[in-house]
Every structure is written in structure tokens, then in C-alpha cells.
């Protein structure tokens, strides 16, 4: 069976050594005779794959024991809503950073709910770039900084964060979340969609550090609580068993690829082989990211003309390549590289890249 080249946005590829363990798992698991979806929430079998998903999750970002993780369901999208419900209190201003669609969104949630405000934002260049956090005011009435660490519509990455002293730092990193190494210490919270970087739709990760906790008003809905989910283990109600059994797989296998250092430096080589051929197109292809914004998750281009552009997208649909289509806010072309596409899907993509550009 010839797999496709997947370059999607989200959902988007799994590692195929998961999906093939999950497929000979798929009837029977563990000699339990069902499979993992047949399981109890309740049970000691679900209850291992539950714990393990958490315990590999920690180990692989280096998570200390200052932080809880969360498997919760309602997306990134319930995050931006969830977070200052929690976290925004009534006499303070929430301070968000905007860089792309889903930063308007979070923002517009933090609205309804409280004081927000933009404190920096690329929108009038397109979000062609990550602003600088080297001067930001922040008063001492801010409640947290909000910011998106890859923009995977717009294909921008921040590359370094803020820091901050006394202000949570909280970020989406729904389309970068273990891509690479990063200092968990320096953020009060993180949230991520598992549809891009770590399994399945269904499963939302959030880390949360436990100081945090304590701020949490009580009337908030029990569902919509960050501290019931924390007194639960995840287990408050059902939670989505079979996404997070493909974590805990897609967790096991990065472990396999060299844990974050080898996953870090093969995403570089991948996107770095994409930019390249771009870089050396004479400007056939147009990057929209500048330069020292560009994401090594979502790399974003255009052809000379919107005919070439669909052109291209349409031949490369011929050729086995899925997913390279923009996002239809910004048109287009888009290659979503997450940490399981592998460099041969890269490779195949620059070669007919080249090819495609020398004939037109
Ligand atoms: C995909 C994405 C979202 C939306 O995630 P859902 O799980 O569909 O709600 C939010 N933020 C970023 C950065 C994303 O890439």
C-alpha cells in the first residue's frame, strides 16, 4: 500500500509505527479480549495507558513537579475560553500578544469574560513576523500574557519567549508542542491541541503550574474548573480513551526518535531543506514568513500568480501530495512538517518543487 506524502494542518500524520501497534492492538489489547475503547474508564488496564500517557508526557518536556498535566477535551478552542474563566480575576487585565487567527480568537474569549488588551501585534504586516518582546509594559495589574508560540495558519514560530518576573506567561502550543526543547519553567501555563504534534483529535494537553491553582474563583462551572480536572486525574468523567492510547504511543515513539534532541534537530533538517528551495527559487516561490520568523512546523508560500499557485496545488494532488493547500483565510500554499512527517515526504516535496519550477 503506497501511503500518502501528508503535509496536513491538523489533523494531520501520525508516526506509522503507532498506527501499525495500534492496528495489531486494535481487537485485542493486552489480552483483555476488547479493545482499548471497550475498556472501562475505571479499569486498572485503561488506568496503566492513562498513566503512562502522563508519566512519558513529563518526562519528555521535562516537566517538574511544580506542574500538572491535564488530558482535557473542547480543543485548544475551549482553552480560550477555559483560561480566563480561570484565571482572568475582575480587577486585573489580561495582556495578549497577536500573531495570527488563533490569537485573535483566544483574545476575543478573554473579552467577554474580562479586561483584555493587545499588547503587541504583526496583523497590519499580515502576521508576517513575531513581534519583539524585548520592551513590553506590563503593568502590575496584568493577570497573564498570553501568547500563540507558531502561528500554523500564517507559518510564523517564535523562536524565543518573553520573560517575565511576577506575570504568568501562558502560551497555545497546539502547533509546536513538543517540536523541540523548551524551558516548561518559564511559562505558568500551556495548552496544545494533540490533532498537530502529539496524537489524535479529542485530547487537549494542558500544564498548568499548581501555584496557579490557588487564584481560582469558585464559581465557576465544576466541568470548566482547572482544579477539578487536577483532583480527578483527568478521570473527572469519561475522557477520550482511545486518543489518549495513541498518545501515549506517539509518546513512546518520539521517546525512540532521541526524546526531543533528535526530534528537534531531524524538524530542522526537514524545514531547513523546504526553505532552502524557496530561498533558491530566484522568486518563483514567496515565502510569507520573514526570515527570522519563519516556523519550522508551517512553512507558508505563493507562486508568481494565482493560476501557477493552483496550478501547482492541483499537479502535486496528482503526484501523491496531500494537504499543501493555504489556509482559506490567507490562499496559497502551506506545508504542515509536524514532528511525523518524514524527511522523505520533504525530500519528495523539494524535488518536485525544483521539477515544477523548471518547467513553467
Ligand atoms: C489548530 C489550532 C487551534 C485550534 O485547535 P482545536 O483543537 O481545533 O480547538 C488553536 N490554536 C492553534 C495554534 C492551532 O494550531
Same mark, same amino acid.
Given at each position: 500500500?503506497?501511503?500518502?506524502?501528508?503535509?496536513?494542518?491538523?489533523?494531520?500524520?501520525?508516526?506509522?509505527?503507532?498506527?501499525?501497534?495500534?492496528?495489531?492492538?486494535?481487537?485485542?489489547?493486552?489480552?483483555?479480549?476488547?479493545?482499548?475503547?471497550?475498556?472501562?474508564?475505571?479499569?486498572?488496564?485503561?488506568?496503566?495507558?492513562?498513566?503512562?500517557?502522563?508519566?512519558?508526557?513529563?518526562?519528555?518536556?521535562?516537566?517538574?513537579?511544580?506542574?500538572?498535566?491535564?488530558?482535557?477535551?473542547?480543543?485548544?478552542?475551549?482553552?480560550?475560553?477555559?483560561?480566563?474563566?480561570?484565571?482572568?480575576?475582575?480587577?486585573?487585565?489580561?495582556?495578549?500578544?497577536?500573531?495570527?487567527?488563533?490569537?485573535?480568537?483566544?483574545?476575543?474569549?478573554?473579552?467577554?469574560?474580562?479586561?483584555?488588551?493587545?499588547?503587541?501585534?504583526?496583523?497590519?504586516?499580515?502576521?508576517?513576523?513575531?513581534?519583539?518582546?524585548?520592551?513590553?509594559?506590563?503593568?502590575?495589574?496584568?493577570?497573564?500574557?498570553?501568547?500563540?508560540?507558531?502561528?500554523?495558519?500564517?507559518?510564523?514560530?517564535?523562536?524565543?519567549?518573553?520573560?517575565?518576573?511576577?506575570?504568568?506567561?501562558?502560551?497555545?502550543?497546539?502547533?509546536?508542542?513538543?517540536?523541540?526543547?523548551?524551558?516548561?519553567?518559564?511559562?505558568?501555563?500551556?495548552?496544545?491541541?494533540?490533532?498537530?504534534?502529539?496524537?489524535?483529535?479529542?485530547?487537549?494537553?494542558?500544564?498548568?503550574?499548581?501555584?496557579?491553582?490557588?487564584?481560582?474563583?469558585?464559581?465557576?462551572?465544576?466541568?470548566?474548573? =482547572?482544579?477539578? @480536572?487536577? !483532583? #480527578?486525574? /483527568?478521570?473527572? *468523567?469519561?475522557?477520550? $480513551? &482511545?486518543?489518549?492510547?495513541?498518545?501515549? %504511543?506517539?509518546?513512546?515513539?518520539?521517546?525512540?526518535?532521541?526524546?526531543?534532541?533528535?526530534?528537534?534537530?531531524?524538524?530542522?533538517?526537514?524545514?531547513?531543506?523546504?526553505?532552502?528551495?524557496?530561498?533558491?527559487?530566484?522568486?518563483? =516561490?514567496?515565502? @510569507?514568513? !520573514? #526570515?527570522? /520568523?519563519?516556523? *519550522?512546523?508551517?512553512? $507558508? &508560500?505563493?507562486?508568481?500568480?494565482?493560476? %501557477?499557485?493552483?496550478?501547482?496545488?492541483?499537479?502535486?494532488?496528482?503526484?501523491?501530495?496531500?494537504?499543501?493547500?493555504?489556509?482559506?483565510?490567507?490562499?496559497?500554499?502551506?506545508?504542515?512538517?509536524?514532528?511525523?512527517?518524514?524527511?522523505?515526504?520533504?525530500?519528495?516535496?523539494?524535488?518536485?518543487?525544483?521539477?515544477?519550477?523548471?518547467?513553467?
Amino acid at each position: 500500500m503506497q501511503r500518502a506524502f501528508n503535509f496536513n494542518a491538523g489533523p494531520s500524520a501520525l508516526p506509522l509505527e503507532v498506527l501499525q501497534i495500534a492496528q495489531a492492538e486494535f481487537l485485542n489489547y493486552n489480552g483483555t479480549g476488547m479493545s482499548v475503547m471497550e475498556l472501562s474508564h475505571r479499569s486498572n488496564e485503561y488506568d496503566k495507558v492513562h498513566q503512562r500517557a502522563k508519566t512519558s508526557f513529563k518526562e519528555l518536556l521535562q516537566i517538574s513537579d511544580d506542574y500538572e498535566v491535564l488530558f482535557l477535551q473542547g480543543g485548544a478552542s475551549l482553552q480560550f475560553s477555559m483560561l480566563p474563566l480561570n484565571l482572568l480575576a475582575k480587577d486585573k487585565t489580561a495582556a495578549y500578544i497577536l500573531t495570527g487567527e488563533w490569537s485573535e480568537k483566544a483574545f476575543k474569549e478573554a473579552k467577554k469574560l474580562g479586561h483584555a488588551k493587545v499588547i503587541a501585534s504583526s496583523q497590519e504586516e499580515n502576521y508576517t513576523y513575531i513581534p519583539s518582546h524585548a520592551n513590553l509594559s506590563l503593568s502590575s495589574q496584568t493577570a497573564y500574557l498570553h501568547i500563540t508560540s507558531n502561528n500554523t495558519i500564517y507559518g510564523t514560530q517564535w523562536h524565543s519567549y518573553p520573560e517575565l518576573v511576577d506575570i504568568p506567561l501562558i502560551a497555545d502550543m497546539s502547533s509546536d508542542i513538543l517540536s523541540k526543547k523548551v524551558n516548561i519553567d518559564q511559562f505558568s501555563l500551556i495548552y496544545a491541541g494533540a490533532q498537530k504534534n502529539l496524537g489524535p483529535a479529542g485530547v487537549t494537553v494542558v500544564i498548568i503550574k499548581k501555584e496557579l491553582l490557588t487564584k481560582i474563583p469558585e464559581h465557576i462551572p465544576t466541568f470548566l474548573n =482547572y482544579g477539578t @480536572h487536577v !483532583k #480527578q486525574n /483527568s478521570l473527572y *468523567n469519561t475522557p477520550p $480513551t &482511545f486518543s489518549i492510547y495513541i498518545l501515549a %504511543l506517539v509518546l513512546d515513539w518520539v521517546k525512540n526518535q532521541g526524546g526531543l534532541d533528535g526530534i528537534e534537530t531531524r524538524n530542522k533538517e526537514k524545514a531547513s531543506l523546504i526553505y532552502q528551495c524557496i530561498d533558491k527559487s530566484d522568486g518563483f =516561490y514567496t515565502p @510569507h514568513a !520573514k #526570515q527570522d /520568523s519563519r516556523s *519550522n512546523m508551517n512553512i $507558508t &508560500f505563493t507562486l508568481p500568480t494565482e493560476e %501557477l499557485t493552483n496550478c501547482f496545488l492541483s499537479l502535486a494532488k496528482e503526484n501523491g501530495f496531500s494537504g499543501l493547500n493555504g489556509h482559506r483565510s490567507i490562499g496559497g500554499c502551506r506545508a504542515s512538517i509536524y514532528n511525523a512527517v518524514p524527511l522523505e515526504s520533504c525530500q519528495a516535496l523539494v524535488k518536485f518543487m525544483e521539477k515544477f519550477r523548471q518547467i513553467n
